[in-house]
């Protein structure tokens, strides 16, 4: 049907955030399914994400954020969901914008545009100052790396296909590193991503982000991240789409 939205759950990968995770639930079980993989906190995260109504898996120990998006994504697999909406527990993402990424992809299937990536673009002007360096400088890296422009490379908040979930069980990575390592595989197998403009929400925590300490290791990320771009593409499977 044209223009209809995708089946998906919604995942969200939390650690020690117990007083955020229960209102990003409820505002994602709005929209549908929700799963929250709880990475080895120790505050009582998985007991109010499943009060507010999600699926919770929990990986102990804490293994990272890639890591949890790895289990979510094998169980959004072992369901006959078509994608997955990721968004982070900690409030920064309006799970009310999840429509947003699920008419994106509509539009573009529409379009004979089949995409295995929709980005939240975030507005890098409403940060905090530092988050702001620290992301226009990964952008400037990564852009670099991969020979494209890449507008905002490490939004937690995206919509991931099915192909790009199963790739994606392979990586290695353990933290934000996962999240760019996708955008590369989208490269790598000729998928094409697209971004959605989303609210930019910071609270008034103080950012532990260092500019400087950021680049030296998004510059090795960004190396990686442009060899696995340029590496041939997988062997397709049985059952991939085409």
């Not at 309006?94 to 089949?114: C, H, K, M, N, Y």
């Not at 392979?170 to 590193?177: L, P």
Request: net charge positive; proline share 6%.
């Amino acid at each position: 049907m044209a223009g209809a939205a995708p089946h998906f759950v919604a995942l969200v990968p939390a650690h020690d955030e117990a007083p955020r995770v229960g209102a990003v639930v409820r505002g994602a079980a709005l929209h549908g399914r929700v799963i929250v993989v709880d990475d080895g906190s120790t505050d009582g995260t998985a007991d109010v994400a499943r009060a507010a109504g999600a699926e919770v898996l929990e990986q102990r120990p804490n293994q990272g954020k890639g890591a949890a998006l790895r289990t979510g994504f094998a169980a959004v697999l072992a369901s006959d969901a078509a994608a997955a909406v990721t968004l982070d527990g900690d409030g920064q993402h309006d799970p009310s914008e999840i429509p947003t990424f699920l008419a994106a992809l509509a539009r573009r299937v529409d379009a004979g545009l089949p995409t295995e990536l929709v980005v939240g673009r975030r507005d890098f002007t409403r940060m905090p100052v530092v988050r702001r360096i620290a992301n226009s400088l990964g952008t400037a890296v990564l852009s670099m790396a991969l020979g494209r422009y890449v507008p905002d490379n490490q939004s937690g908040y995206r919509l991931v296909g099915r192909r790009l979930m199963a790739a994606m069980l392979d990586s290695r990575e353990r933290g934000f590193a996962f999240e760019v390592e996708m955008i590369a595989v989208c490269q790598r197998e000729g998928w094409p991503v697209a971004w959605v403009p989303i609210r930019t929400i910071y609270g008034d925590e103080r950012s532990h982000v260092r500019p400087l300490a950021h680049l030296r290791e998004f510059l090795g990320i960004a190396v990686r991240a442009g060899r696995i771009a340029r590496s041939p593409r997988r062997a397709p499977e049985r059952g991939d789409l085409v």
